[in-house]
């Protein structure tokens, strides 16, 4: 089945990208998936997958997020491009 979508990481991804994953091996498996989810449905449509439409984010500023794991990917998506925008990791403490 050929993607719907095309994607592709901007070069501030692939620096958070790297410096994630020297410290976060589990990282690969989540990244291959994300790129999965988001050459097939970017905008959730089945609405069975972790992705949110971020409130108040004006275009270009990464509007979408989805959630795998610890890790946080936020991307923006122009027709049938999805752009990589951040890749971050949610610290353990976050809801205690």
Known sequence: ????????????????????????TEL???YARV?????TD???????????KLENVPAGEAQYRIRLGRFRFRYDIEG???????????REDTYR
């Open 1 to 24: 089945m050929t993607p719907a979508f095309t994607v592709i990481a901007t070069t501030h991804f692939e620096r958070e990208f790297r410096r994630l994953r020297r410290h976060h």
């Open 35 to 39: 790129i999965t989810i988001l050459e």
């Open 80 to 90: 049938q491009t999805v752009y990589l925008k951040r890749c971050s990791l949610r």
């Open 28 to 30: 690969l498996d989540h």
């Open 42 to 52: 970017p905008y959730n449509r089945t609405r069975t997958y972790p992705i949110r």
